[in-house]
């Protein structure tokens, strides 16, 4: 691990920022823009992000540029000294486009060809639209290339969904005679001699719809490939989108705002190809002691993103002040509720605080979304003061610019996994693989650990634990690499429905867990699966635990049974294994289990692994993380979820940067409270 440079190039310090849309006040320019600067002063804003939804005003009409008013903007934030994280304008085209050339719109599953309007909605393939962006990424990088304000290039916003045109049509059975080579291997692949499907020739192949009465959407070969294609053409969009911006302007960073588990996307695949990633962070907080739950769903998340970006330090590239717009329900943040969002992302490996947005539209769907300046448009406002105390807050942080998390703990969160796993019949419903990660991830938080989130194509080196949960489809070479890592003295953790499939989704013939058999010393010989309700239980430690819905009946080979189900037919047979193999230990948990035996269950391995926790205890509501910066330094930060005060041990004294204090033994936490305590 390493302390890596800033962002912001010649800026070592955190960033505060957001979404800013002056092209909206062109006409009000000489009062609106210059309240603006006065106003992110004021806030401590060093960056905002520009021309996000700005075709239409760099491009009136085609070919007809107008960068005047950007101009204007990139002088005016340069001059008060705010960098801008600087859009291409993808997202959202303007109607000419559209009307010019129809091949960019998009065409849904049901093959009807959707109309202008919205955003996010155009054809990922359609050279017509790669060439248009292309185009004016270029007039933007000639442009802005040298100039001072330019800190980041922000591509796009928020790549999404899919698209059947009969180009898409064309591009995926391009895509497929490259993976496959021949229409044979394709059929073997995806196990055509099932229902008389196999194909003659890849023009025969059409994208799969939903409903299944429509076409095809029953097949699991041709929806995982379809799923791998199209997340491959958001990838190859994006590549389309930077070839201008690396060529004229190698040294400006890249990078793409993304959306958590949005699952269309494969974003390791698409992280990989950033030079930092970012994301958007919408957390439902509640305002009550639900808080601790939504604060350990967005730990997940944050951990998720920085494990797409191979754990540097990333963007919060959006985060809400206050309301949303788009909620059943959109409720205010509760005070000192922005300060706390703000300060986990920077818990989590995030060098950056931002909103959406800036200032608040005046008119459109957005209208009434959450805004750093409100309609009032002065600094009179419970919104604006606290994001004042975001910016004073990050002042004091500089030294985390930069810093990373060191973990000793891997969770395996995979894209490819959760497309197979969706499609697998032992379960109608939901599988809640995300869930269920989550669940394990918010388990080892608890007992005082960070965690660092990784797909299967990710190295195990250098972690002591790594936890692979519903561990469905195993990529090429996992199972080679969880042998190594087991065998070299790490502790693996697995769970029921796991090494059941290959890569092309095709069960593993000679007994499940396929090539983890030998790894976890089980034979996994079928899976029950029950409605939630209809629970069992195991005694595991003097403690009786209720277990539900997937119920996998296994057989320990060379495996010691630490746990059998106490209930049904399968009462005896074991629930929780654990196997030696080389210098280190598999675990396999063969049934879903709540958080109250995931905590006492990771609470034992751990320390029997060795490893020492953050904190001794972590009271319900606190969670800790820490970054490690310059020469060693660490940053410890504690937060309190909850609307009440709170209270941690701390072993070692450490000053609290944000006010000063020096800390040690039992500590109180305000209601929402947050410390980043240091070295004295
Ligand atoms: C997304 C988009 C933004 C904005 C916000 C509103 O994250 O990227 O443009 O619409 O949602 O919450
Ligand atoms: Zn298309």
């Known amino acids: 691990m390493a302390q890596y440079p800033s962002i912001m190039k010649g800026m070592p310090v955190l960033l505060h920022g957001g979404d800013y849309n002056p092209e909206q006040w062109l006409k009000d320019r000489e009062t609106i823009w210059k309240e603006d600067m006065v106003l992110a002063r004021q806030a401590g804003i060093n960056t905002l992000s520009v021309g996000i939804f700005s075709w239409s005003h760099l491009e009136p009409s085609e070919g007809l540029y107008d960068f005047a008013w950007l101009n204007d903007v990139m002088d005016m934030l340069a001059h008060n000294g705010i960098k801008a994280i600087l859009a291409t304008p993808s997202g959202a085209r303007p109607p000419w486009l559209a009307q010019t050339y129809p091949e960019v719109l998009r065409v849904n599953h049901l093959r009807q060809k959707q109309l202008y309007g919205g955003r996010h909605n155009h054809c990922m393939t359609s050279p017509v639209y790669r060439a248009k962006v292309a185009h004016m990424n270029e007039q933007l990088a000639l442009r802005y290339g040298n100039h001072p304000a330019l800190g980041v290039w922000h591509i796009s916003n928020e790549y999404s969904g899919e698209c059947h045109c009969p180009l898409c049509q064309q591009a995926f059975r391009?895509?497929?005679?490259?993976?496959?080579?021949?229409?044979?291997?394709?059929?073997?692949?995806?196990?055509?001699?099932?229902?008389?499907?196999?194909?003659?020739?890849?023009?025969?192949?059409?994208?799969?719809?939903?409903?299944?009465?429509?076409?095809?959407?029953?097949?699991?070969?041709?929806?995982?490939?379809?799923?791998?294609?199209?997340?491959?053409?958001?990838?190859?969009?994006?590549?389309?989108?930077?070839?201008?911006?690396?060529?004229?302007?190698?040294?400006?960073?890249?990078?793409?705002?993304?959306?958590?588990?949005?699952?269309?996307?494969?974003?390791?695949?698409?992280?990989?190809?950033?030079?930092?990633?970012?994301?958007?962070?919408?957390?439902?907080?509640?305002?009550?002691?639900?808080?601790?739950?939504?604060?350990?769903?967005?730990?997940?998340?944050?951990?998720?993103?920085?494990?797409?970006?191979?754990?540097?330090?990333?963007?919060?590239?959006?985060?809400?002040?206050?309301?949303?717009?788009?909620?059943?329900?959109?409720?205010?943040?509760?005070?000192?509720?922005?300060?706390?969002?703000?300060?986990?992302?920077?818990?989590?490996?995030?060098?950056t605080v931002q909103y959406f947005q800036f200032r608040k539209s005046r008119g459109s769907y957005e209208k009434f979304h959450g805004a750093v300046v409100d309609h009032v448009g002065n600094h009179h406002t419970r919104v604006f003061q606290e994001v004042c105390e975001v910016g004073k807050a990050l002042e004091k942080l500089s030294a985390v610019t930069g810093s990373t998390a060191e973990n000793q703990i891997a969770l395996i969160y995979d894209w490819e996994n959760r497309w197979?796993?969706?499609?697998?019949?032992?379960?109608?419903?939901?599988?809640?693989?995300?869930?269920?990660?989550?669940?394990?991830?918010?388990?080892?938080?608890?007992?005082?650990?960070?965690?660092?989130?990784?797909?299967?194509?990710?190295?195990?080196?250098?972690?002591?634990?790594?936890?692979?949960?519903?561990?469905?489809?195993?990529?090429?070479?996992?199972?080679?690499?969880?042998?190594?890592?087991?065998?070299?003295?790490?502790?693996?953790?697995?769970?029921?429905?796991?090494?059941?499939?290959?890569?092309?989704?095709?069960?593993?013939?000679?007994?499940?867990?396929?090539?983890?058999?030998?790894?976890?010393?089980?034979?996994?010989e079928e899976v029950d699966v029950l409605p939630a309700k209809q629970t069992n239980s195991f005694l595991y430690q003097g403690k009786t635990y209720t277990c539900q819905e997937y119920f996998e009946l296994t057989h320990a080979e060379s495996a010691t049974v630490l746990a059998t189900y106490q209930q049904d037919f399968y009462a005896g047979s074991p629930a929780l294994t654990v196997n030696t193999y080389g210098k280190g230990l598999c675990y396999h948990i063969a049934t879903r289990t709540d958080?109250?035996?995931?905590?006492?269950?990771?609470?034992?391995?751990?320390?029997?692994?060795?490893?020492?926790?953050?904190?001794?205890?972590?009271?319900?509501?606190?969670?800790?993380?820490?970054?490690?910066?310059?020469?060693?330094?660490?940053?410890?930060?504690?937060?309190?979820?909850?609307?009440?005060?709170?209270?941690?041990?701390?072993?070692?004294?450490?000053?609290?940067?944000?006010?000063?204090?020096?800390?040690?033994?039992?500590?109180?936490?305000p209601p929402r409270g947050v410390m980043v305590l240091s070295e004295p």
């Open 174 to 351: 391009q895509w497929l005679k490259a993976r496959y080579g021949s229409i044979e291997a394709l059929n073997d692949a995806w196990w055509n001699q099932f229902w008389a499907h196999r194909y003659q020739s890849f023009d025969q192949i059409e994208s799969p719809t939903a409903p299944a009465w429509l076409g095809e959407n029953e097949n699991h070969g041709i929806k995982l490939a379809w799923k791998r294609f199209t997340s491959d053409q958001h990838c190859s969009f994006y590549r389309n989108e930077i070839e201008p911006l690396k060529r004229i302007t190698p040294d400006i960073p890249c990078t793409h705002n993304m959306m958590s588990t949005y699952p269309g996307i494969d974003y390791y695949a698409l992280g990989n190809q950033m030079d930092r990633i970012s994301w958007d962070n919408y957390p439902h907080w509640t305002g009550t002691e639900a808080d601790a739950e939504v604060c350990a769903d967005t730990a997940f998340r944050h951990d998720l993103m920085r494990g797409t970006g191979n754990n540097k330090p990333f963007l919060m590239m959006e985060s809400s002040p206050s309301a949303v717009n788009w909620d059943s329900l959109n409720s205010l943040r509760r005070p000192g509720a922005i300060l706390l969002q703000g300060l986990q992302a920077l818990a989590h490996g995030s060098d």
């Open 595 to 669: 958080r109250s035996f995931l905590t006492d269950f990771y609470g034992h391995i751990t320390a029997q692994a060795g490893l020492t926790p953050l904190l001794s205890t972590v009271p319900d509501g606190i969670s800790v993380t820490k970054r490690v910066g310059e020469g060693g330094r660490t940053f410890l930060f504690v937060m309190n979820a909850l609307p009440c005060e709170n209270r941690f041990p701390l072993e070692q004294a450490r000053v609290d940067l944000l006010t000063g204090k020096t800390h040690a033994g039992m500590v109180s936490l």
């Open 420 to 524: 197979a796993l969706e499609d697998a019949r032992f379960a109608s419903e939901e599988k809640n693989y995300p869930e269920t990660i989550i669940n394990h991830h918010a388990a080892l938080m608890k007992v005082g650990y960070g965690v660092d989130v990784n797909d299967q194509t990710k190295s195990l080196e250098g972690y002591r634990l790594v936890v692979a949960p519903m561990c469905y489809l195993l990529r090429q070479g996992f199972a080679q690499k969880v042998q190594a890592f087991v065998r070299q003295g790490g502790t693996f953790v697995m769970t029921y429905v796991s090494g059941y499939v290959d890569e092309e989704d095709l069960c593993f013939l000679g007994g499940f867990p396929g090539p983890l058999r030998e790894v976890a010393g089980i034979w996994a």
